[in-house]
């Protein structure tokens, strides 16, 4: 009873107002589509989800001291759900796909390493 109501809401939300627009929006939707050429993804392309999972268990954390910029460190991922790592690698594959790696993955910091203890040149 609770779930038909539910689906006579999101019926009545998300059906179209009119009829010939929206067949009108369709057929341009179609002729858009027939004309597009865009990159292919070819299988080398592909970014498996076990290869995410491998690097991932393959990082070092450090004990968790080095945070990225928004304080996420090596063991969020490590020890996240399993569902995490499906998740990431369908983002890469979009990435990949779009051929555009989103403006915000380039925010970085450079940590100094040196620790206090001076280069000796001789």
Same mark, same amino acid.
Not at 32 to 48: E, T
Not at 91 to 118: E, T, W
């Given at each position: !009873?609770? /779930?038909?109501? *539910?689906?006579q809401? *999101?019926?009545r939300?998300?059906s179209y107002?009119? !009829?010939?627009?929206?067949?009108?929006l369709?057929q341009?939707?179609?002729?858009?589509r027939?004309?597009?050429?865009g990159?292919?993804l070819l299988?080398?392309h592909?970014?498996?989800?076990?290869?995410?999972?491998?690097?991932i $268990?393959d !990082?070092?954390g450090?004990? $968790?001291?080095?945070?990225?910029?928004?304080g996420?460190t090596?063991e969020?991922?490590?020890?996240n759900?399993?569902?995490?790592v499906? /998740?990431l690698?369908?983002?890469?594959?979009?990435? !990949?796909?779009?051929?555009?790696?989103?403006s915000? *993955?380039?925010?970085?910091?450079?940590m100094?390493?040196?620790q206090?203890?001076a *280069?000796e040149? /001789?």
């Amino acid at each position: !009873m609770i /779930t038909d109501k *539910f689906a006579q809401y *999101f019926c009545r939300s998300y059906s179209y107002n009119n !009829m010939d627009r929206a067949d009108c929006l369709y057929q341009q939707y179609i002729r858009a589509r027939s004309d597009y050429n865009g990159s292919p993804l070819l299988p080398s392309h592909s970014c498996i989800t076990e290869l995410v999972s491998r690097v991932i $268990g393959d !990082m070092h954390g450090g004990g $968790g001291k080095a945070p990225d910029i928004v304080g996420l460190t090596v063991e969020h991922l490590q020890y996240n759900h399993p569902s995490k790592v499906v /998740t990431l690698s369908k983002l890469f594959q979009l990435i !990949m796909l779009c051929g555009r790696v989103p403006s915000g *993955f380039r925010k970085s910091y450079i940590m100094d390493l040196n620790q206090g203890h001076a *280069f000796e040149s /001789t």
